[in-house]
């Protein structure tokens, strides 16, 4: 049970559990030190990237990225290697890190970023040498305290080796790495609202098209955002090729991912695991892993790519810990991250919940979110009390259906990002999955979990 | 060149469109009207209230998109008639509901508000929302001028983004996230901009009002007529609306070739002062043993005719001068041509204050505004867009984001500043080398080049300008002009012949034997008409329209004016100027008298009534008709038709002028009519982008200027054909008007006098406006650092400025003043007194003690 | 203070100049001002508009969008609990109402001594350890009602102090490295390399 203080303050994260033949960006973590330049330096840190730097060009780094087929780590799940490829020719460009990790139950680059801050480094460093990036910035999540000073000081380190700055290992290559703190928006997160916030504004989702900043990007530059998680997969990449990284896994899910699990299960944390090769209920009830609920609680919902993504039930746990398995069982593996719901939770309070926090994030832009986020977190909010009405139910699906029409997944949208449609999925969710569970409460008018 | 056009399939129906047509306006032109709230054609569309949702073609067939923000591509199909469409749009208006409250009653928008008539058109009957809405504390002032009604606001982004993006003010901006996202202004930082009012024309609920016409009317009580406004020379067309013989508001019509539907608070708000009876003459005048008497029309007219016949009598024809300011209308300034040129006989007229030297060698090559803002450069000569004709300043900053060359020529830095490629100084000692200098700054040659002239410098005589000009148009032969003189109508007041050497037409019209011949009129020029009057020479001095306050006499130097001779005048607003005159004749202001004037780029434009005259005022031209009746002569002048008729006969610039041409454009034709291209149809006004227009009409509106304000009628441009204008007559008129004027040398303690126009500044017209009046600056004068040094004076100091006449202001140190000048500021009237008639006027400075 | 000046003025200046658009550094001044003062001054606000060229609209409009940014004073301590979804499933609502009742004032609010400022907060990845309080930004968790008292106890104490500053205090590592490279400088070395990789391309089409 929680245990209060203790190892449990900030900095002093345990190493992550779990068991995984290869570590690819867990690997340094076992390591109490592994933040430290000293320890980085003594497991290989910067070989990578001297070898792309000396060694190869940047379109044999790319084409390396390209063979191994690494997904995007940040929700989206598009190739890296591709979106590189997208980069529009222009003079300057540049390439943003994305760690404004804040979709609800995410932890994983909030690990990276305090734990081996140097990987990420050494990993911005090489995609920005892939793509020939004028200027490298990692924008961090503003609450990432401890992590913002970790990744500074790694900066601040490899200015002083002299792997930043000018004519980097006497390769001829310079660059500069800025690091930008957010101030507290979820929508950041957002590619284009993230770029808005990086040029001083406010964290407005830029309408599409231009859908992909590599053709418009950071003050109208072509711009590569890539995910600490993604940038922190170069340095094995370089190291050990693209064919090693794609025989990991199968299909496109190559690699290893990781794998945040929270909720009800006895052992939440952040787990690395070889991709497609471990089922939900490996990692929810797997001995390695999430060790199950406790005791006589049942699973009645898991929630697998975060809070935005469609719950699965206790008939998806077998479905494997792929991008394209999950996406055909109508979800998505998303940033990774897995909540497990048990019995002894209200799933009209956890679908509530959910909207909530949409409806708080919105950034107040378009109509259907901002006005549609708001009331359907008011209904819920009534319902769970106790206030509810039966009429509130078709009255949720139907303003679901005017942010996302049909309620389908993927979904479709009358907004500018997809923050509003993310609400849809955990109502409709709910309401069909528990629909007894709305009507007691109704009836009752009072919340029969409580 | 030829749009290149795209084929398109809108509604099942196949269309050729312009590429790059947004969806929403390729729709629009088929007849489609998509519900719409943020997209305003005059901004760029950002696709935030989403209530233009149709459904549009893509390579994974249909998605709902925003009209407003794609652009039309070869083979894309839109429909807009689809359950899908439908359902989406209901969604929106309801989600915009949910929050709005439900004051229509009580709210100045009701009857012509966007949100509301597309929730009936596209709204459910009843709310499905039964959750608090949102409480703001309103209404809040954000400016003297605009009150904020945060709970009505639909966060659409059109007030913001009309600040930053087309006045660049960003003045006003989203304040917060989400659902509390609100407009807000920062701190005690009002939104104070002369552009202010555009954002209550375009705010499509009404949560932004003008605080002058709060709860003054309903919008169907309301009556319009298309007019142009009458304040500056750039001729912004407008929508006059008027309730019970009061003037309420003034809209800004969407002109392609103007104003774009933009208005400057000056001219938005400039009604105040015409309902101001407290400021108005409105009556004739006439001062008897030193006391001024209301007195009738027959009384004060038959006086002026009698003063009239004896001057003539005792001392000729030349003893009777008229000066005018540029304000009277073209019928009235052709009325008063005829009566002094023709009845009268005397050379002396000049209504353009000494500007008629480079109003010549403006309308020669003059240059439409489209020309100026797509030239390859454009040269700014002592001129200041955001003060003299401030719509201009929008319509440039939108040019040289787009690629415009812009070269400034001022003494002190603008508003140009910031946008030009180039700045030089125009400086007392360089004037000779200035056509040299800038002509280096000209990149490429010198085909395609404009030169944008203004009367900027107050203390610089018109003279000065007007040698510059003519220098630049010699060395660049091919150079065009878009003039930005002031007052509203000087540029008409030229083309009717009150000018000193130019016939009515500016071309080689037939010249009646009585018309006095414009021979001697190297006297006509306004300074020297005043030196003549000062010393006695000047019988009957009559003022139509001109404060002489105001053009820079002193009030004591006014009332000598009077001691020496009969001063006359024709005037709407109180003056030291009308106090001082032997006979007021009570002149028709603007919106009281049907007419026409002629802007900056010689485009003749309609000016409606909307009021009956007030008092006992009549138009101008109705005044110089009974004038030249009581003088013997009726002028055959009768109606204001039989004007155009005699304008049209003498050519020029009027060749085929004709009243009908206005029923086919939103504004008006250039002059001559032969330079006029008038294009296709004019523009449909969107009823959305400037609601108030187009719910006035819905309401049963009062069209008296033409039906072209119908939102959705769509005219029959043909332009008339005329002889071209030649350019013998002017350009000897010219030489003879051009004044050659000393500059001087500035002496040891003396400075060069730089004395900006501004667009509020301390007249009768400003001191009548209960809205604007505020907003005259307080005197400042500022000089370098240096000179302040040498002065011994710290910043805010206060100082005397010694010249014609002496002031007290502040002083302030400012990087951007050469040494060589003293700039000036503030606008008590006296500060204007300082322009001592010189051809570039001279001051010093005074430390003041304690 | 609320303008910055003297030291605080020169790592203001530093920030402007660092991005290739000074508005980039709007926020991360809005950081330093809240390290100056605890939160975000009008006056701040007006000084960043002034360093990076945007009216006060402007940097009001941004700075007001994000959560970690104030406009009025805060308590030395802010404390934000999370109770979002992760949260809620291990009790974080009911470690909301318990460090309510402990500081005795409802979130959103600060304590009458001026120490704390309770939040109720969203995600802040600390769901491995939920339920998950935040102090000043420095993590903590899991909490229970005990575990919560006891931190209040200690940051009163000063035990924490190493490891949590006072509000606004957020990052305590300085960039520490030479100037940017002028980005003129950068763009000639790309368009070198830029042309190396196509003449590559070249003779591998060869």
Known sequence: MPSGLGRTRSGRREPPPGRCSVRIVGGRLEHPDSHTLERFLATGGNNSFRKALLEMTPEAVAAEVLTANLLGRGGAGFEAGRKWGMLRKAKRRYLVVNGDESEPATFKDHLLVERDPHQLVEGASIAAYAIGASLAVIYLRGEFALGLERVQEAINDAYRIGALGRDIFGSGFSLDILLQPGAGAYICGEETALLESLEGKRGFPRIKPPYFPAVIGLYGAPTIVNNVETVSNLPWIVEHGGEAFKSLGSGRSTGTRLFALSGQVNRPGVYEVEMTKITFRDLIFGEEYGQGLAPSRNLTAFIPGGASSPWFFPEHLDLPLGQDEVAKAGSMLGSGSVIVMDDSSCPVRSAWRIARFFARESCGQCTPCREGGTWIDRIMERIEIGNGREEDLDLLLDLCDNISPGVVWPPAQTTICVLGPSIPPAISAAISRFRDDFLLHIKEGRCPHA | MPDELVSVTLDGQVVQVAKGTPIIEALDQIGVHVPRFCYHPRMSAVGVCRMCLVEVSGPRGFSLQPSCYLSVAEGMEVVTTSEAVRKAQGGVIEFLLANHPLDCPVCDKGGECPLQDQAFAHGAGETRYVEEKRHYAKPIPISRLIKLDRERCIQCDRCTRFADEVAGEALLDFRGRGNAIRISTFSSVEFDSYFSGNVTQICPVGALTATPYRFKARPWDLTQSASTCGWCSFGCQVSVQASQNELTRVLGIDSDAINHSWLCDRGRFGISEVNNRDSRVLSPWLREGGARREVSWTRAVGAIAEVVKQAKARNGNASVAVIGSGRLNLEDSYAWAKLALDVIGTPLVDGLLGQGGIAATWFERAASIEQALSSRALIALNVDPKEEVPVLHLRLREAVRKGLHLIEVNSTATSLSAMAATSIQLSPDKVGELAEVVMRSVPGGEGDVVILVGGLNRAMDPAVTSGILQSLVAAMPEAKILSALGAANVHGAFLAGLSPGVLPGAGEGALPSSWRAPADSSRANYANILRAASAGEVGVLILLDCDLEEAGVAPAAIEALGERCALISLASYESATSRASAVTLPLATWSEARGSMVNGEGRMLRLGEQLEPAGLSKPGWVAASLVASDLGNDMSIFTAGDIWAELKTWGGAFAGVEPEIFNSTLDGPLLPVARWNAGGPPRALDPVATPGIASVRRQGPDFRAGAVLDPHATGTGSAPTAKVLTAGRLAAADARAGVSVEIGVAGEDEAWLVLARRVYEADARLAANPALASFVRDDRVMVSPARLARLGADDGDRVRVIGSVEIEAVVHSDASIPDWAIAVEGRTIAVMHLVDGAGWSRVRLERLNG | ?206
């Open chain 3, 1 to 206: 203070m609320a303008r910055f000046e003297g030291e605080m003025l020169g790592r203001a200046e530093r920030l402007a100049s660092l991005y290739p658009d000074p508005r980039s550094a709007i926020i991360p001044l809005c950081h330093l001002a809240q390290e100056q003062d605890g939160y975000v001054t009008e006056e701040a606000i007006a000084h960043i508009g002034e360093l990076v060229g945007a009216t006060g609209a402007e940097v009001q409009g941004t700075a007001s969008f994000y959560d970690m940014l104030k406009f009025e004073p805060v308590g030395k301590y802010v404390i934000g609990v999370c109770t979002n979804i992760s949260c809620m499933l291990r009790g974080g609502y009911e470690l909301l109402d318990a460090a309510s009742n402990t500081l005795g004032v409802p979130p959103g609010e600060t304590t009458a001594d001026g120490i704390f400022t309770l939040e109720e907060v969203e995600c802040v990845a600390h769901c491995d350890k939920a339920p998950a309080v935040q102090i000043n930004y420095r993590y903590f968790g899991p909490v229970d009602s005990d575990a919560f008292a006891e931190l209040v106890g200690q940051l009163k104490s000063g035990e924490l102090d190493e490891q949590v500053p006072e509000h606004g205090t957020l990052i305590r590592v300085l960039r520490d490295a030479p100037p940017p490279i002028p980005l003129e400088e950068i763009d000639a070395e790309r368009a070198r390399q830029d042309a190396e990789r196509e003449a590559r391309a070249a003779s591998r089409e060869v």
